[in-house]
């Protein structure tokens, strides 16, 4: 039997990066995206097309509303999306959201049967975020396999993010390494209607120096 795994998939360059090494690694694979209230659609479709193109064997789009709680430039409309680089935490950061998330795929992985949840978290183009720190990721791969009938009977969970330690270039060159197709992919905070790129926020920053350094085309579609 194939083993399996759950990947979440916000349909950028790094879940689906992810979702390709999964692949490679022989697990059958189980996407999950949110709608949670973010600037954009676009993700959403995308995340879809990735995991069809790439073969998973269920997507799921579970809905939240962010915007209830707000705190964010990714979910509250009053705060804009930065187009400067800044030190610290971003106001792109969503409140909890990662451990809401994971703990969506946790349960979902409970159900099928899967032990390896894989994520694309970085701490390395993205050390501002709290929840991408490799500290916080042990923390709830411990607290999965306490909170969980599989975990407390002795089949482990694994908490999965191979992109943990990795450049953006390096990120690029693994996903061209195993074919993936990035003009897929939307990693704009503030993509149109259509999937395009604004080309200034820190996501596209950090898009566009990756392919540079990688010494690839960028596919990126770009509003202007």
Same mark, same amino acid.
């Given at each position: 039997?194939?083993?399996?795994?759950?990947?979440?998939?916000?349909?950028?360059?790094?879940?689906?990066?992810?979702?390709?090494?999964?692949?490679?690694?022989?697990?059958? %694979?189980? !996407?999950?995206?949110?709608?949670?209230?973010?600037?954009?659609?676009?993700e959403l479709n995308a995340s879809k097309t990735v995991s069809e193109v790439l073969g998973a064997k269920d997507h799921k789009t579970l809905k939240m509303d962010f915007r209830d709680i707000g705190g964010s430039a990714l979910t509250d409309d009053e705060i804009d999306v930065p187009e400067d680089l800044d030190e610290g935490i971003p106001v792109t950061y969503?409140?909890?959201?990662?451990?809401?998330?994971?703990?969506?795929?946790?349960?979902?992985?409970?159900?099928?049967?899967?032990?390896?949840?894989?994520?694309?978290?970085?701490?390395?183009?993205?050390?501002?975020?709290?929840? %991408?720190?490799?500290?916080?990721?042990?923390?709830?791969?411990?607290?999965?396999?306490?909170? !969980?009938?599989?975990?407390?009977?002795?089949?482990?969970?694994?908490?999965?993010?191979?992109?943990?330690?990795? !450049?953006?270039?390096?990120?690029?060159?693994?996903?061209?390494?195993?074919?993936?197709?990035?003009?897929?992919?939307?990693?704009?905070?503030?993509?149109?209607?259509?999937?395009?790129? %604004?080309?200034? %926020?820190?996501?596209?920053?950090?898009?566009?120096?990756?392919?540079?350094?990688?010494?690839?085309?960028?596919? !990126?579609?770009?509003?202007?």
């Amino acid at each position: 039997m194939s083993k399996k795994a759950v990947v979440l998939l916000s349909g950028g360059l790094d879940s689906t990066t992810v979702l390709a090494m999964a692949k490679d690694q022989g697990y059958e %694979c189980y !996407t999950m995206s949110f709608d949670y209230g973010q600037r954009h659609r676009a993700e959403l479709n995308a995340s879809k097309t990735v995991s069809e193109v790439l073969g998973a064997k269920d997507h799921k789009t579970l809905k939240m509303d962010f915007r209830d709680i707000g705190g964010s430039a990714l979910t509250d409309d009053e705060i804009d999306v930065p187009e400067d680089l800044d030190e610290g935490i971003p106001v792109t950061y969503v409140p909890a959201r990662n451990t809401v998330f994971l703990s969506l795929a946790l349960g979902w992985a409970e159900v099928l049967g899967a032990r390896d949840i894989f994520i694309g978290a970085n701490d390395v183009d993205y050390s501002g975020y709290p929840d %991408c720190r490799p500290e916080y990721l042990d923390a709830f791969e411990k607290m999965a396999n306490l909170a !969980t009938k599989a975990g407390v009977e002795g089949d482990h969970f694994h908490i999965r993010a191979p992109l943990l330690k990795l !450049t953006k270039a390096q990120i690029v060159q693994e996903g061209d390494r195993l074919g993936v197709d990035y003009g897929l992919t939307v990693s704009c905070y503030q993509a149109d209607e259509d999937g395009r790129a %604004c080309g200034v %926020c820190d996501s596209c920053r950090y898009r566009k120096k990756g392919f540079e350094e990688a010494g690839l085309s960028d596919p !990126t579609r770009y509003q202007l």
